[in-house]
């Protein structure tokens, strides 16, 4: 029973994740990166801060304190040079490039938390990387492999490093306080070095006026993100890290209909494949976690 309810927060987490980044990329392009991800943290820190108000006291034991604090630096850090990433190369190219964050997350659970998988959650797993890859090359890319090799990638590879990391050191303090924590605490050390960055580098007129312009947008960009990271932190509470992040990985799938539906955007074939064959393969990976 505990493993069908971190599946189901597992998808919860992809359905999330898929719609929060459709908004998080309207809200950096109008708004900006940083103020982007101060509003993720304050709308989490509010949210659940009436879940959290009995625990905050666990937050100062050594071994929590440190926990949470690197990892709200950690997040602060790799969410910048993310963005920065996509500023300074070809988003096509990125997104590739950021998927890193799937095998680097595996690779953690299996040498901090003993994990394994059978050869079939093996193969699955391949199959959802290959699909989250077809999504995210398009034709140029095939045409042009120096493209890889642009500005930005190296960047990238090291935010998706971070990102792995993240997505360990979530589970982490979601097993060693709980998944509310594991959110709300990073949300509130991310958020101050936010409002430090905003603060030296312009004050806060224009943040305030950006929130009474996008109130709505940024809701809705908070809402899902914190979702998203709720989700995956009761998901992983339970259940295996690289077993949960393999499904949840295939939210891009969702982006890319949306960006179909909404943005319209055009899409090759491939990338269709691409993201049947990852949600199949999430779908199986479900069904062969016992």
């Known amino acids: 029973m505990i493993i069908e309810v971190s599946l189901i927060f597992a998808f919860l987490a992809m359905i999330c ?28 820190l509010i949210g659940l801060f009436p879940f959290v ?21 950690l997040t602060f850090v790799a969410g910048l040079l993310d963005f920065e990433a996509l500023k300074e190369g070809k988003l096509s190219v990125i997104e590739v490039v950021l998927e890193v964050e799937l095998p680097t997350t595996i690779l953690l659970g299996l040498i901090f938390f003993g994990e394994r998988l059978t050869g079939t959650q093996w193969a699955i797993i391949s199959l959802i990387f290959i699909g989250i890859l077809m999504m995210a090359i398009k034709k140029a890319h095939l045409k042009n492999l120096k493209a890889f090799l642009e500005k930005g990638v ?60 996008y109130k709505w947008l940024i809701l809705a960009m908070g809402i899902f993100d914190t979702g998203a990271w709720l989700s995956y932190a ?21 982006g890319l209909l949306l960006g179909l539906w909404i943005n319209k955007e055009k899409v090759d074939r491939h990338q ?3 993201a049947a064959l990852a949600i199949i393969a999430s779908i199986l990976l479900a069904m062969n976690s016992n």
Do not use: H
């Open 17 to 44: 994740w898929g719609i929060g980044d459709f908004f998080i990329q309207k809200s950096a392009r109008k708004i900006g990166n940083v103020e982007a991800l101060l509003f993720v943290g304050l709308i989490g």
């Open 53 to 73: 108000f009995d625990s905050i006291n666990q937050l100062f034991e050594w071994q929590n304190l440190l926990l949470i604090g690197f990892l709200g630096l």
């Open 154 to 213: 190296l960047i990238a590879l090291i935010a998706s490093v971070g990102m792995g990391a993240i997505n360990f050191l979530t589970t982490a303090a979601s097993r060693q306080i709980s998944p509310l924590m594991a959110v709300w605490g990073p949300a509130f050390v991310f958020s101050i070095f936010c409002l430090i960055v905003i603060w030296r580098r312009e004050g806060f007129k224009k943040t305030f006026s950006n929130l009474k312009r």
């Open 234 to 254: 009761f998901a992983t509470f339970r259940g295996e890290i690289a077993i949960i992040t393999a499904i949840t990985e295939s939210y891009p799938a969702l």
């Open 272 to 274: 269709y494949l691409g």
